[in-house]
């Protein structure tokens, strides 16, 4: 039987930048790098396994910190390899892709895929659950009167109140698809999913979110600015989701429902909370308005 040494320089030639253990088929290590053990026994905690005979590959955020692709090669009916190559400043790069500088928040990209990631498991695990627009009121006229830096500082101010009031607090947190998402959708349009919710509760945390925002002055010197929004909210349940499409057209289906909740939360005045029902597509004006 070959050696550790011999499975290791076969299946990887050079293995100087990877960290890896190696397993016989009875799942004890046979020969391990120090850091390879950790990170193994953190996978094993975390009940991530690698048991079987197929290969596997994946990125996992671990908790020292760092990111780490991790592969099983399995080299005969009893030895296989498991490496951990860490790939965490390839990973900060990507990340500051999918940030939105202004907030720190998702971008609009990022937003869509954690979304898309947030309802394929709710629906997995048969959780309700509710997609928000939020839109700060008349955005424009603060820019014009005050200028686009008040508009921005205006936009990071919301962003952290969002942060720091949902189930989430950084991009590393929404990858771990335990969370709420929150991001920022571009201009003064901010995009929410928030998990396993009931209607009144969503409508509730909407509520409080909108109450929050109208109570946060923002100052620009010596100017106090004063905020509103108006939020559109979709609830999703098993009773009024189209079965057999797939979850980016789920998304784009009830987006389309937050945003003419929204949008009748401004007709009606903002500053609101507006739940959607299908009378807003027929142009019924009777809407569910939660004022706060």
């Known amino acids: ?26 799942g004890d290590i046979i020969d391990s790098s120090t850091q390879g053990l950790k990170l193994y026994r953190d996978f094993i905690i975390n009940d991530v396994k690698f048991m079987g005979n197929c290969y596997y590959k994946g990125e996992y955020f671990f908790p020292n910190n760092n990111w780490y692709e991790c592969s099983k090669k399995q080299f005969n009916d009893n030895l296989c390899l498991i490496c951990f190559k860490n790939i965490t400043k390839y990973k900060s790069r990507e990340q500051d892709l999918q940030v939105d500088k202004m907030t720190g928040l998702p971008n609009a990209n990022s ?54 009031n949902t189930r989430t607090k950084n991009i590393n947190d929404n990858l771990k698809r335990s969370f709420d998402v929150v991001g920022r959708r571009g201009g003064d349009e901010f995009l929410f999913l928030l998990r396993n919710i009931s209607c009144d509760n969503a409508v509730t945390k909407c509520r409080m979110l909108s109450e929050l925002v109208s109570k946060m002055v923002v100052m620009y010197g010596k ?8 939020f559109g909210l979709y609830h999703a349940d098993k009773n009024n989701l189209v079965d057999n499409i797939a979850v980016d057209e789920i998304r784009s289906l009830m987006m389309r429902k937050a945003d003419i909740a929204m949008y009748n939360g401004k007709k009606d005045g903002r500053d609101k909370v507006v739940l959607y029902d299908d009378t807003m597509a027929k142009g019924n004006s009777k809407l569910k308005v939660y004022k706060v």
């Open 111 to 164: 937003t869509d895929c954690l979304i898309d990631t947030c309802i394929e498991d709710s629906l997995n695990a048969g959780e309700e659950f509710a997609l928000v627009f939020a839109d700060i009121d008349l955005f424009k006229t603060i820019n014009d009167v005050y200028g686009h830096e008040c508009g921005d500082l205006v936009l990071k101010k919301v962003g952290q109140l969002f942060l720091n």
């Open 223 to 230: 100017k106090a600015i004063d905020i509103t929004m108006t």
């Open 1 to 26: 039987m070959l050696s550790s040494n011999n499975l290791k320089s076969q299946i990887l030639g050079s293995i100087e930048d990877l960290d890896y253990v190696v397993m016989d088929k009875e």
